[in-house]
């Protein structure tokens, strides 16, 4: 029986072995356990600090969580946390093999042998050390089990040591666990048998795994289906996921950036569950209640396993649950959550590396960022200028504190510059998040003015109690010879006035915006040529974005990139580079600026002095990202 008319499947209960999980939606081990416990969500995955027993398991140094008493009630505790409200604990088991951190002089262990490049020996594994890590698989599924945990994921998926000896990519044995696919699938079908026979045959217990690698020489698709269906009477359900943690470009496909569609590995799931007969979750960029209902309604998959999305917003569960998809707030699939498994986390990156949720304040800040703020014992008159991203979460975050809100927009629309996500549908997530902003505030009694020029309007503005400037940025100036010409524009510009841009294209400017807007004008059949000063593109994001995005940008057999090159002139059609000595031509019928942006200051100083409360935020104090954007007016106005 489901209790949502809107969404049947998704609220229908889901048996694996003898447990009931109350509906579809499973959270993803990612982010705090603390709001999506309360949200009426199916069930939770406790993440990989649950690697198993053994100093060689884990990306990161740490304890077993069952190493002593004080570790393990620490673990006791999230389980309490997280059946609270109904919802199942499921408890992730993990072992890294060749990518374990083990500390000086010791070694980690995978199929082969060899010296990683850190300097750590990889040491090849006997029969002697497979008895011994399945051995502690089953005893960290004994543990769980006694902990309280309704159901254990052996995680045999990503590249971690069940998937070395699976995929040919990792596994180059030539004894009897390498080469066919009967002899790598030994080992893990050893480690599944032996935490069956630890656990017994009633406790549930589930196995993620990557359907597609994305690599060369990885496991086919085919094999992965055969080895489910070997395995399938030892387990009680099946995780789809596809990818590997650490070969970036498989990544951006395990978590998939903006620059990929939703629902990645829902082909996958179809054709497992179509050759399968215990029930097939799915994971992979389901972003909204409307795509889970569909995943399920086609029998593309028995469960959706949600992940940045719950962190985006805790409470998609009881949103969902109460038909209210529009107040979802939207992942944008920017990976700054992810920013915290950088490669190299010693080295100094800047603002793009800063670990946090572009869209949800709270997470990881839990201790002072409440789910709802108290409401302010003053009302006061708060003016807002500028309707972008900072602007409108300041008026929502003032709104509910109870202030009377007015918000100033120049143009007819408000989104600022997310209203560019209107014309490029790579852009679905962006264009989700304006639109979840416009919506909740159109829900709200804020007073929005269009078309307001605030400069107009200082003698009212004194009378209000505090003053928020989020103007925004404007493109960074440049002096090149013919700049002013009238088939040269900006990046901004461009995207909304398409039909204005001419068959050959230069862009100027290779960081994330110009490069973006390059692979647009690919896909439109546009001849581009990018012109970047540094020695590469897209270097303002992190490194999962700018993968992503370079990966896309290969694509493009109708694009040339000029990186370490300059321009210093454009003529009518055609654009002088230089690099280094060499000078060339480059034909450019329409020249598009995207260097960078700067703040407004000229206009952002004209309204210190109208109230004594007044706060910048955005790109007004310092050009960045929809984050800053977001946080800099969550955090202008909370206080208010």
Known sequence: MSFSKQYPHLFEPLQVNQMMIPNRIISAPLGSLTDKSLSGIGMIIRGTSGSVPGPRTRMAPGPYCFANMNESQKVREQVVTIQQRGAKAEFELCHVGQYAYVESGDYAIGPVGFIREDGVEVKAMDEEMMNEVADAFAKGAVDAKEYGFDMVMLHFGHGWLPTQFLSPHFNKRTDEYGGCFENRVKFPIQIIERVRQAVGENYPLDMRISAFEYIEDGTPPEEIIRFIQLVEDKIDMVHISCGLERELKAMTKMSSTPYFDHKINVKWSQKIKEKVHIPVAVVGAIMTPEEAEGILASQQADAVVIGRQIIADPFWTTKAKQEKSEDIVPCLRCMNCYNQ??????????????????????????DYVPVHLDKSETVKKVYIIGGGPAGCKAALTAYERGHKVILMEKNNYLGGQLYCSEFDESKQDLKRYKDYLITQIQKSDIEVRLQ?????????????????????AKPVPLNIEGIQQEHVMDALYAYEHQDEIAHHVLIVGGGSIGAELAKLLCHLDKQVAIVEKSNQLCSNVNEHIQTGLLEKLSECENLKVLINSECLSIQNETVTVKNGKVQQEIKAQSVIIAVGMQSRLDIVNQFYGLVSDINVIGDAKRPGTVAQATHDGYYASASL
């Open 452 to 472: 307001c020029d605030a400069l107009e309007c200082k003698e009212e503005i004194k009378t209000g109690d505090s003053l928020i400037i989020a103007v925004g």
């Open 341 to 366: 498994y950088a490669r190299n986390k010693d080295m100094h990156y800047g603002m793009k590396s800063i670990t946090c949720c572009a869209v949800n304040p709270r997470y990881l800040h839990e």
